[in-house]
């Protein structure tokens, strides 16, 4: 979270408030969307972990992932590459939620971006 929001915050404060960026960010860093990132990264067929399921080892793995990236090349490092990664789903988000801060509406969004209509239908990966 701590790249996430130091990206965040120093691109969008200009232009939203506080209270959106850490909004956004608090859905970014969810399990759900975690699992989202590691999904489309392959993270789960590298790390054998393909199947039926969705769950939190999968965010896990992206956890992992940028860990080990932090722990290689250090936090500026870190904090332009999950601003390149995150960048274009953190501004859709943010332009969303001026119309309202609907959790659902958010998330629909969210599935959308990632073609993954599971995000709207699990409560919590577990």
């Keep these: 979270m701590f790249c996430v929001l130091r990206f965040a915050?120093?691109?969008y404060l200009r232009f939203y408030t506080p209270s959106d960026i850490k909004v956004v960010t608090t859905f970014l860093v969810s399990n759900k969307l975690l699992a989202a990132y590691s999904l489309t990264l392959g993270l789960d067929k590298k790390n054998h972990m393909q199947g039926h399921v969705i769950n939190k080892k999968i965010a896990d793995a992206f956890e992992a992932y940028?860990?080990?990236?932090?722990?290689?090349?250090?936090?500026e490092a870190t904090t332009r590459y999950l601003e390149q990664l995150m960048s274009p789903l953190f501004e859709l988000v943010l332009s969303n939620i001026q119309t309202g801060r609907n959790p659902h509406k958010?998330?629909?969004?969210i599935s959308n971006y990632f073609h993954m209509t599971f995000l709207t239908r699990i409560p919590k990966l577990k």
């Design 106 to 109: 958010i998330m629909k969004v």
């Design 9 to 11: 915050t120093a691109k």
């Design 66 to 75: 940028i860990g080990a990236y932090y722990l290689s090349d250090g936090e």
